[in-house]
């Protein structure tokens, strides 16, 4: 292997610590939401965005290494493969977990969304409905029906 080989698969294992990293915080974001702690879901949500961009820093890194070791434009499955012998097994490794990894990203995320969405929407409908505002249509009706406002009176 050759030492640019050696450094995009060492950037990888990297990679796989940080994705771990991701599921973590998907998971305490998860749990936050479930226990109704805004300010913990607020926290994790700030350290998510941080961490997109620390994603984006380390996917260019990954691609500039790639390109120094002659693997651009391969899969990480076919860079594994080129790269071959133990190190090329534990890139495929690497790679089995961060797809599993990112499984459970999404997998997660979904829960958190689908838990937001029917919260917002049981808040929703226990809110009660405000009137309509005097300007539209329907609340120039209501103002019809009232008795006469103050400002009316004083004009």
């Known amino acids: 292997m050759t030492e640019?080989?050696?450094?995009?698969?060492?950037?990888?294992?990297?990679?796989?610590?940080?994705?771990?990293?991701l599921?973590?915080?998907?998971?305490?974001k998860y749990?936050?939401?479930?226990?109704?702690d805004a300010g913990k879901v607020n926290h994790v949500i700030s350290s998510q965005q941080a961490?997109?961009?620390?994603?984006?820093?380390?996917d260019q890194k990954r691609e500039a290494a790639?390109?120094?070791?002659?693997l651009s434009g391969l899969t990480l499955a076919q860079a594994a493969e080129r790269i071959g012998g133990k190190e090329g097994e534990r890139l495929k490794?690497?790679?089995q977990k961060i797809q599993e990894q990112i499984s459970m990203i999404r997998f997660?995320?979904?829960?958190?969304?689908?838990?937001?969405?029917?919260?917002?929407?049981?808040?929703g409908?226990?809110?009660p409905q405000e009137a309509p505002a005097a300007y539209t249509a329907p609340g120039a009706r209501a103002a019809e029906r009232a008795s006469s406002s103050l400002f009316e009176k004083k004009i």
């Open 4 to 21: 640019a080989e050696n450094r995009f698969a060492q950037l990888i294992f990297k990679y796989e610590a940080f994705i771990d990293e």
């Open 23 to 28: 599921a973590g915080q998907e998971e305490t």
């Open 31 to 36: 749990r936050s939401l479930i226990s109704y």
């Open 51 to 58: 961490a997109l961009m620390r994603l984006e820093q380390l």
């Open 66 to 70: 790639a390109a120094e070791a002659g």
């Open 93 to 95: 490794k690497s790679l």
């Open 108 to 123: 997660t995320n979904e829960k958190s969304i689908a838990f937001a969405k029917a919260n917002l929407k049981a808040l």
């Open 125 to 127: 409908s226990a809110l």
